[in-house]
């Protein structure tokens, strides 16, 4: 039994046909969409990509721009062929490519959803490479006169400075590593020396972060270093006091805003997913309804349209069928009686057993 079987007419299959070839020039602008938006992530990662560690964070977009320009090419070949089954004559050209394109766009359409599904999962990939790359980034703070680092120290005080943030977790990671460079150390100062002596690695560690740490709306003048020692500054406790520096740190502030931009991006590729299933239903449609009139013979008269020929039940099992015996083709049989042609083949000497030397020719 037919699922979902709908009956149409000369006039409902016509205007099934041109609403459908509208519907794919639609489709392709959803295509240029997709395309844009993976384009457009693809650009937002590479921006701070010297703060993000090298993963699998660019699978997202890569998947949005492949599917982009697929869906470009795969609408463009449906708008031409739902325009020619208007017309039955023209309908026999397409009518062995209509079902290999449905099964084609079917997993097409799969892939928007798989692409859209990403968009959503990608957060932890996203937040490890965050992590790991601002870890190395701010390690590195100091390195300006290192070919490959010399523009780390900029790259991270423009981020702090534009996402309103300091340091990883927070700013108390400026505090773990030497973030000043030993070339504007003064050696001679009896400070600096016992500071270097009482690290074991020897780095000079300060209770301390970088100018961009501070925030601009305090009406306090920026403390960025010796935040913990309430004594070096006037009317000050770092304990109740609330700091004139960003407290959130880095990777939050990144990650937050690559989620959102991903969220939107996700709904709009479900959006594009549910609108592109809509047209392969009315594609398929077109198509049954098309072929049981060639069928019928009757071009004027009507038809009936479906999604599956058979049930889902017995569909999955022909499917399964079919993919069972792929591999069975080229299998000797072994069936009893059925023999291989080439073995046991009977002697025909025509009753002619001994034949002489001289009968043989030289």
């Known amino acids: 039994m037919a699922v979902l079987k709908v009956k149409f007419t000369k006039t409902k299959r016509d205007k099934l046909a041109q609403i459908l070839w509208i ?10 969409i997709l395309f844009s938006l993976g384009l457009f992530l693809k650009i937002e990662i590479k921006k701070r990509n010297e703060v993000m560690a090298k993963g699998d964070i660019n699978s997202v977009p890569n998947m949005l721009i492949s599917v982009g320009v697929i869906a470009c090419i795969i609408n463009f070949l449906g708008g031409k062929i739902c325009y020619d089954c208007s017309d039955a004559n023209k309908f026999s050209r397409w009518k062995l490519v209509m079902l290999p394109y449905i099964v084609c766009t079917f997993c097409f359409t799969f892939s928007i959803l798989v692409g859209a599904l990403m968009c959503y999962t990608m957060k932890n990939e996203l937040e490890e490479s965050l992590y790991l790359g601002l870890r190395d980034a701010i390690k590195f703070y100091k390195d300006t006169d290192i070919p490959g680092r010399c523009f780390l120290k900029k790259t991270v005080d423009m981020l702090q400075i534009g996402f309103r943030c300091c340091g990883n977790n927070g700013f108390r990671d400026w505090f773990e590593i030497q973030w000043v460079s030993a070339r504007y150390l003064n050696m001679a100062s009896k400070e ?32 960025q270093y010796q935040l913990t020692n309430n004594s070096a500054h006037y009317n000050y406790d770092f304990l109740t006091e609330e700091l004139n520096i ?81 591999g069975k083709a080229n299998q000797i049989s072994t069936v009893s009686g059925m023999n291989d042609p080439n073995i046991d083949v009977q002697n025909t000497n025509c009753g002619k057993n001994n034949i002489t030397t001289k009968s043989i020719p030289a």
Request: net charge negative; aromatic share 10%.
């Open 23 to 32: 519907l794919n020039w639609v489709s392709v602008v959803s295509g240029v």
């Open 246 to 326: 960003w407290m959130r740190g880095c990777r939050e502030a990144l990650l937050d805003y690559y989620t959102a931009i991903m969220r939107s991006i996700g709904i709009t590729a479900l959006l594009i997913w549910l609108f592109e299933l809509s047209v392969l239903i009315g594609v398929r449609y077109l198509q049954t309804a098309m072929k049981n009139v060639l069928l019928l013979g009757d071009l004027e008269g009507e038809s009936d349209g479906w999604l599956l020929e058979n049930s889902f039940v017995e569909t999955a099992k022909y499917n399964i069928d079919i993919i069972k015996n792929l």
């Open 192 to 223: 600096v020396v016992d500071r270097l002596k009482s690290n074991v690695d020897g780095k000079f560690l300060v209770d301390g972060v970088p100018f961009s740490c501070c925030n601009p709306s305090s009406p306090r003048p920026c403390i």
